[in-house]
C-alpha cells in the first residue's frame, strides 16, 4: 500500500514537473530583437565627482543627483528641469559633464550618432546654483563640449572648428577658422582615427585652464568615397525621392594616403596658437595627446605609419620643443590598447603604460626621464586594461584575465611592486569605473549564468553595497527555457589548444544526431567565448533543434602575444584553418550531423564564414553579414596594422581573400550588406556577388537600404534575424 502511494505521489510530481517545463516559453527572435525581454539595466550614466567621494546619476531624464560612494545616500540633486523657469525644450538628458565647482552642468540632448563614436548635440549650460539653463551657443549642432577644468570655460567643435565659450561673459571666440568639410578637421578625429583609434574628441585642456591642445587633421590628399542615400526609411529626405542622394566622406584604404596630422596648443590669454614640433616625418599617427602633472607639458604619442614603433613625447609647450621620454618597439605591431594606456604619476617624476615587452600585456612604471623602474603585474596573462591610480597608497588598478582567458578579475599592485591584490570575487567578468583618486570603483559583474551585477567597492574591493542587481531580470528569466552554455577546449590537429563554448537543444538527447551552427567573430586580439552575461539568438536556435558552438581561433585575445600575433600578415590563414578544425572536430561528436554543420559571423566573421567555405567542404550553409572579402577594400589604420600595405605585401592580402577562392565555394551562402556602410564597403558585396556570379557559383543576397554596418533602426534586426534564422532552417 505504501509502494503504491509512493509511486503515485512521484507520478503526480513528475506530471507536475512536466507541466510547468512546458509553461515554460522558448526564446524567440522577437525576444532578442524587437522585445528585447533580457535586456539587461545599468546605472545611467554614472560618472564619478571630482572629489572623489561622490558619483552622479541621471535620474528619469529630468534630473543629475549626487550620491555617497560610502553610505549611497543622496547628497544633492545639481540638476532638476522641473525648476527651471523659460526652460528651453529639452525632450530629456541625453549626456552631462559636471564642473570641477560642481557650479554648472553641461548638458546633452537632441543627440545624433554621426560614425562609431562620433555624434552631435545640442548642449545647454546649467547653473546648479540658479536653476537657470541657456544654450551653449547659436551655433548648432555642436561636437564633442568640454569644460575646462577651473569650470569657467567651454571648448567645442563646430564646422569642423574649435571654439571656446566664456561662460562668465557669455562670449564666444573661434579658435580656428581654417576648418572645412572633407578637407580640414580641427579638434576632432577623422573618420580613420575614430573607427580604428577608438575615439572621438581631439583636444585637452590643461590643468590649470590655461592652454587648450588639439590635433589639426589635413584630408586633402585622402581619397573619396561615396555611396547612395535613397528616400528608404527617411520620408523627411524628399530630395531623393526621384533620385538618390550622395553621401561622401574622406576614406584612405589600406596603401592610399592618409592625413596629415599637427598638434596645437592655443594660449588662451594670448590668443596665441602654436605647432608643436612632432618630427619633419608627415605619414605619421598621432592617435592621443595628454597633458603630464607639469604646467606647459604636453604628452604626445607619436606612432609610425607601420604601427610597430610608439614613441611617448613630452612637448614643451613655450619652446615647441617635443622629446621622446619612451618608445616601445614590436616586431609586428604595437596594440591599439597600449594608445590609451599611460598614466602621469602626482609626483611628477614617473607615468606607467602596458606594453607586451614580456609576450604578455602588462604594465610598466617609468620614470619621466624614460628609464624603467619594472614590471608591476609580472606573471604569463594579459592585462586587459589600465582602470586608475590611488596616490594616498601608490597604487595601480587595472583588469586582468588572470585566472582564465575566458575571465577578467579587477586587481590593485603597489608601485614598489611588493604586493598585488585581486579585488574581485566570483567567477565570471568583472569591469571596473574607479573615481578620482581609486577612493572607490563601481564594479559590474555578470556570468553565462547571471545577469549583470553593479556593486559600490572601496579600494581594498570591500562590496559596500548593490545598486543594481537586475532582479526583474532574473524573474523574467524564469519564465522561459534556456540552454546554458557550456566551455569546452579541443586539440587542433596542428597541435594547438582552442577555446570554445557550446549551447545544445532544448530536450537534448544524446542518443540523437544535431545540425550544428558555429559562431564566430575570429578578429585580431578580439573574444567571443567568455564567461559572461548574453542571451543572443543561439537561443532562438536551441529552441528550434540546433547545437550552436562559438571557437575563438588563433589570433584572439587574453592569451598572451605569441598567439594574438600569429596571424600577422597573413589575416584569414590560421583563423579559417581553425574554424574548419573546430568543424571538424564538432563532426566527430556521438550526437552531431557531420553533414549539417554551418557557420555565420558579422563583419570580420562575416569575411571569416566566407573564406571557410571556399576553403573546406565541411560547411553545408554560412551567412556573412556584412564581410570584407579582400582587405585591400578595407582603411588604412586597421588594415596595416596587421597586414602592412598591400604595395609591400601582396600576397598576404590576396592569397586568404574570397574574391580570389570564390570559383571554390562550397554550400549555400547567404551575404548581406547595407548600402550605406560607411565602414566595410557595400563595394565588398559587389564584388564578391560578381566573382561568384563569374564562377558559377549558386548563392543567396540581401540589401538593406541606408543602413550602415550594424544595420539597425525600425523592423531592421528583426527582419534580419528572422530571415537568418529561416534561412538556417532552410538550408541546414
Known sequence: MMIKKTLSTLLTLAVWLGVQAQAKKDITIADICKDYTFWAQSPDNLTPTADGLHYTLIVNDKRIEKYEYATGRCVDTLVNLDLVRDCPAIDGIDGYEVSADEQRVLLRTATRRVYRHSFEAEYFVYETRYNT?????????????????????????????LYIKKLAYRSESAVTTDGKPNKVINGL????????????????????????????????????????????????????????????????????????????VYNVRERTI??????????????????TRTPERLGIVRLNRRQNQME???????????????????????????LSGFIFLPDGKHFVCTSEADGYNHIYLYTMNGVLVRNLSPGNFDVTKLLGFNSRTSTVFYQAAKTS??????????????????????RGTHNAQFGREGLYFVDTYSSTTTPPVTTICNDKGKILRTIEDNAELRNRLKDFNISPKEFFSFETPDGISLNGYMVRPLNFDASRKYPVLMVQYSGPNSQEVLDKWDIDWEQALAAEGYIVACVDPRGTGARGEEFRKCTYQKLGRYESDDQIAAARHLGSLPYVDASRIGIWGWSYGGFMSTLCMCRSDVFRMGIAVAPVVNWRFYDSIYTERYMRTPQENPSGYDDNSPIEHAQNLHGRLLLVHGTADDNVHYQNQMELVDRLVQSGKQFDMFTYPNRNHSIYGGNVRYHLYTMMLEYVKEKL
Open 133 to 161: 539653463l541657456e544654450p551653449l551657443s547659436s551655433n548648432k549642432p555642436q561636437r564633442m563640449a568640454a569644460f575646462s577644468p577651473n569650470g569657467q570655460m567651454v571648448a567645442f567643435v563646430y564646422d569642423n572648428d
Open 189 to 264: 578625429p577623422d573618420w580613420v582615427y575614430e573607427e580604428e583609434f577608438g575615439f572621438n574628441k581631439a583636444f585637452e585642456w590643461s590643468d590649470d585652464s590655461r592652454e587648450l591642445a588639439f590635433i589639426r587633421f589635413d584630408e586633402s590628399e585622402v581619397h573619396e568615397y561615396e555611396f547612395p542615400v535613397y528616400k528608404a526609411s527617411h520620408p523627411q529626405r524628399t530630395e531623393c525621392e526621384l533620385y538618390p542622394g550622395t553621401y561622401r566622406y574622406k576614406y584612405p584604404k589600406a596603401g592610399e594616403a592618409n592625413s596629415k596630422v599637427s598638434v596645437h
Open 274 to 291: 602654436k605647432t608643436m614640433d612632432i618630427g619633419t616625418e608627415t605619414d605619421i599617427y598621432v592617435p592621443r595627446i595628454f597633458w
Open 312 to 338: 611617448m613625447l613630452i612637448a614643451n609647450t613655450a619652446s615647441t620643443v617635443c622629446n621622446a621620454i619612451y618608445t616601445d618597439r614590436n616586431k609586428c605591431f604595437v596594440d591599439e590598447s597600449a
Open 405 to 426: 582567458p575566458a575571465e577578467r578579475e579587477i586587481y590593485a599592485a603597489t608601485l614598489d611592486g611588493k604586493r598585488t591584490t585581486c579585488l574581485t570575487t566570483g
